[in-house]
């Protein structure tokens, strides 16, 4: 049976998710991040060494990293969830599930980031100069970025109905994370409506709120 290490709020989310897109049997083992630095516990780095989630262990097969694990359980257990193999839409399948991590997740990680420091305890005579660095770097770089990037998405979502086509795919399972962070965080709201039209269909999905059930805590639903 599949073991997913899953720790609340996070990229894990999605991979209950696609267990249960794809029916399969799997154990949670589950972790809670410190709530003061939201950090995965130590305890996780007993599973992998860089300690965080996603993990899976199936059989004696341990895998991270959420783009790979989804892409592992497309081609071993769920075909249905791959476009064509020699297809335009089986690479734009592939494109997405990178551009998810690699070009997705950055400016949001840096958002979240700069955003904790503007809130930080810190010495009252560094606080103005702290905080007005982190405005800066977020109006001139990361803001922008997030911009470009929602942009960019809600544009191709006018060419087909799913990223990768017509079709539900693994590779929209994989951007379900960096778009809903955004709708919490990074100014996702009505001025792209064919974003916020996909967060609702992927969470009227009934897989998807299987996954919520078993998962627990998901700020970003």
């Known amino acids: 049976m599949i073991t997913v290490h899953h720790l609340n709020n996070s990229r894990s989310q999605r991979v209950l998710w696609m267990l249960e897109e794809l029916g399969l ?44 694990i ?19 839409e089986r690479l734009r399948c592939r494109y ?32 103005p100069i702290a905080r007005g660095i982190s405005r800066k770097v977020k109006s001139t770089f990361i803001e922008p970025q997030l911009r470009q990037h929602l942009d960019y998405m809600e544009a191709e979502l006018g060419k087909s109905t799913w990223f990768a086509g017509e079709a539900f ?25 064919r974003l916020l039209a996909f967060l609702q269909r992927i969470h009227a999905r009934p897989a998807y709120q299987r996954a919520l059930e078993k998962g627990g805590e998901y700020a970003y639903a």
């Open 169 to 193: 795919s693994v590779a929209d399972i994989q951007l379900s994370f960096p778009l809903e962070a955004a709708a919490a965080r990074a100014g996702l709201d009505g001025s792209r409506p």
């Open 25 to 68: 049997e799997y154990h949670i083992e589950r972790y809670q991040r410190d709530p003061q630095t939201l950090l995965a516990p130590p305890a996780l780095r007993a599973v992998h060494p860089l300690g965080k989630s996603p993990v899976i262990n199936d059989g004696e097969l341990t895998l991270a990293e959420s783009g790979a």
């Open 70 to 88: 989804v892409e592992y359980l497309a081609e071993r257990y769920g075909p249905q969830l791959l476009p064509a193999a020699g297809t335009a």
């Open 96 to 127: 997405w599930l990178h551009y998810a991590e690699g070009s997705a997740m950055p400016p949001l990680l840096l958002k979240l980031v700069f955003d904790k420091l503007e809130s930080s305890p810190m010495p009252f005579f560094v606080r």
